[in-house]
């Protein structure tokens, strides 16, 4: 596993390119066994590389940027039993240097959910995702589909600006109680880890309302509003059609449910995809044709 840090050493990238195609996992860092899982699915579609990068411009006024867990030695360590071919990980002033000043604004996908709560985030991931791509140039990139809206707006942006990548979105990875892994869980102490469990038990509660037939948007986004009780702040409980990210008022096709709530010090969200039909629910992806 080769550790790259400048533009030259990108030139690494191209030997690897002459054998198999090359899937990039976009990372922050503070690996956890969800990243392992997005390279496990890149390793399925040719060489994988991984970047670490903590970016600054994702992140608003209060927010965690500071605190945000940054330890490349022990994600080097996570890393070294899979295969990955490469780790990329720039330092601030190649990703933005002196006198670099276009960004990239969502599209209407960036409205709303985590781009209404948090002003100018996806203006931040599109922009370092547009140079990542563009220094490595990968066929394949892969993004956890915990990051649901995320994911969209990329493939927004690589539909409407015509990057040659293809977008693979993997599935959440949860602790044995349901807890969707994210780097922002080493935030929380004992109770309030018992307590951010209102999020995950919030979709499902949510599931199984739509599983017994209730097909109200207003209904379903009523249950997981009042299952998140147990949080500091609820910042929003949605229900959005996929791909486009509109309010339906029916549960009908392929829905998002969306959930964010603040427990003590740590912003979380989680949501679950469901392919609903008149006869069947069941969990979906978002850039798939359907079930995964
Ligand atoms: O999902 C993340 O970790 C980040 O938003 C990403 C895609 C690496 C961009 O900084």
Request: proline share 6%.
């Amino acid at each position: 596993m080769r550790v790259l840090h400048t533009r030259d050493d990108l030139r690494f990238l191209d030997e690897l390119k002459r054998k198999r195609p090359l899937v990039l996992v976009p990372t922050m860092g503070a690996l956890h066994e969800g990243h392992l899982s997005l390279v496990r699915e890149a390793e399925r579609y040719g060489a994988v590389v991984a970047t670490i990068f903590v970016n600054p411009t994702q992140f608003g006024p209060g927010e965690d940027y500071d605190a945000y867990p940054r330890d490349l030695e022990s994600d080097l360590e996570r890393l070294r039993p899979l295969n990955v071919e490469a780790v990329f990980a720039p330092p601030v002033s190649l990703m933005y240097p002196e006198g670099s000043g276009v960004s990239i604004q969502p599209g209407s996908r960036g409205l709303g959910l985590c781009g209404g709560d948090r002003p100018g985030h996806f203006a931040g991931v599109l922009t370092v995702v547009a140079k990542l791509f563009g220094l490595t140039r990968p066929e394949i990139a892969v993004f956890g589909r915990k990051d649901a809206q995320q994911c969209l707006v990329i493939d927004q942006m690589v539909r409407d600006l015509e990057f040659p990548v293809r977008l693979i979105d993997a599935p959440t990875i949860r602790e044995g109680d349901g807890l969707a892994m994210s780097s922002r869980n080493r935030y929380l102490d004992a109770e309030e880890r018992s307590r951010a469990l209102c999020l995950s038990q919030a979709l499902r509660e949510a599931e199984r309302l739509v599983a017994g037939g209730e097909r109200s948007a207003g209904k379903v986004r009523q249950r997981m509003w009042d299952h998140l009780s147990p949080a500091d702040e609820i910042r929003y409980a949605e229900i959005r059609s996929v791909p486009d990210l509109q309010e339906p008022e029916r549960m009908e096709g392929r829905i998002l449910l969306a959930v964010s709530a603040q427990v003590g010090p740590a912003r979380l969200i989680d949501n679950l995809v469901l392919e609903i039909s008149d006869d069947a629910v069941r969990e979906g992806s978002l850039l798939g044709d359907g079930e995964r």
